[in-house]
């Protein structure tokens, strides 16, 4: 507790720093706005995609967009089937009032009074304003889950990235360990093999891995989602040049005591490269959760989907259901950043440790 008081502090002392006679100098001021417009241009999609997840498909269409959700009020008008918009309109007269619209014909529309709807005027479209109102439109996000089972397609998310976030660190790790620490004739060919990997694009080899996932009866399974990506050479990078660091001394000790290379491996290497494994995590997270392409080729039916296919099903030929889309893409979002939030400062605690205490 007191070392985070002593912390909030320090943000509050240099937030409020004055230079001169208490005067804020005007680089202290261009720093402030170049910050404010920072978090502008990171969070403002953010908060505009949250946002318009809760508007209604015609609060999407609106010109101009607003950023507040509001939907336009209806009212049951009596001689109609349906609800009518209501609009405030300026008639000819430049008297104004509140009518519902009947239809739209060209620049012009038919309204009526609701309270005489067998009066009926026509007015301008350019002299009417829609009447709105707050309203937070919910059913974007129970409707998906209700109906298009994308609760489904979230939980096939899930197992697809915990599990393979898991082989990719344990594969990863162990290459990495015999890399680093081993030293053998040709270690540095092999790593150079690998990263020469990065070089090969990804759609020159959908076929092979397509025939060799075909081969072993994996297609329409979250199998052959999982186990195609279990090897990266990125992540075995990362973990041998954090491995090639760690103290030498620690492993010779170990060895000397008798412990075997799993142990070794297990109880001294692992612990050490956390903050490294925590990156890791992070980038197999989010390489897994965004993954469009392969398993749009390798997943057929509807029951094994992920959270992007099922995104994508909501995008028809002729129809775009742009207010469940973006409820949904929230609902994608918060996860991965849960578990950014939480590894983020397991690395910080993790690099300021750096495992030799």
């Not at 946002?51 to 001689?79: H, M, N, R, Y």
């Not at 197992?159 to 290459?175: C, K, Y």
């Not at 490269?273 to 997943?299: G, K, Y």
């Not at 889309?325 to 590894?343: N, S, Y």
Request: without cysteine; proline residues 6%.
């Amino acid at each position: 507790m007191a070392d985070a008081t002593a912390h909030r502090r320090t943000i509050g002392t240099l937030l409020t720093a004055r230079r001169g006679r208490g005067k804020l100098h005007w680089t202290d001021i261009f720093t402030y706005l170049y910050l404010a417009f920072g978090i502008l241009l990171m969070f403002g999609p953010v908060v505009w995609l949250v946002l318009s997840s809760f508007k209604t498909p015609a609060g999407l269409l609106e010109f101009p967009p607003t950023l507040l959700p509001l939907g336009q009020i209806s009212a049951e008008v009596e001689g109609y089937d349906k609800p009518l918009p209501i609009f405030r309109a300026t008639l000819e007269d430049g008297t104004e009032m509140e009518l519902a619209q009947v239809r739209r014909i060209g620049i012009v529309s038919q309204m009526v009074d609701p309270a005489n709807p067998d009066q009926t005027y026509k007015v301008p479209i350019s002299n009417r304003t829609p009447v709105r109102e707050f309203r937070i439109a919910s059913e974007n996000y129970t409707e998906p889950l209700r109906k298009f089972n994308f609760g489904g397609y979230l939980w096939n998310s899930i197992i697809v990235t915990v599990v393979a976030t898991a082989i990719t660190l344990l594969i990863n790790s162990m290459a990495a360990y015999g890399l680093s620490i081993y030293e053998f004739k040709g270690r540095n060919a092999i790593m150079i093999f690998v990263i020469g990997t990065l070089m090969i694009p990804i759609t020159v080899i959908l076929v092979p891995v397509y025939l060799v996932v075909t081969s072993l009866d994996m297609v329409n399974s979250l199998w052959a989602v999982i186990l195609p990506g279990a090897a990266t050479p990125t992540g075995v990078f990362l973990l041998r040049q954090y491995m090639l660091t760690l103290p030498r001394d620690l492993i010779e000790a170990a060895r000397m005591d008798r412990a075997s290379e799993w142990q070794i491996y297990w109880r001294v290497v692992l612990p050490l490269a956390l903050p490294a494994i925590a990156v890791l995590a992070i980038f197999s997270i989010m390489w897994r959760w965004n993954d469009f392409l392969w398993p749009l080729i390798v997943l057929n039916r509807s029951e094994v989907y992920t959270l992007q296919l099922g995104l994508n099903a909501f995008q028809g030929e002729l129809d775009v259901q742009w207010h469940y889309i973006l409820a949904m893409t929230v609902v994608t979002l918060i996860p991965v950043v849960v578990v950014f939030g939480f590894l983020q400062r397991f690395i910080t605690t993790g690099i300021a440790s750096s495992g030799m205490k």
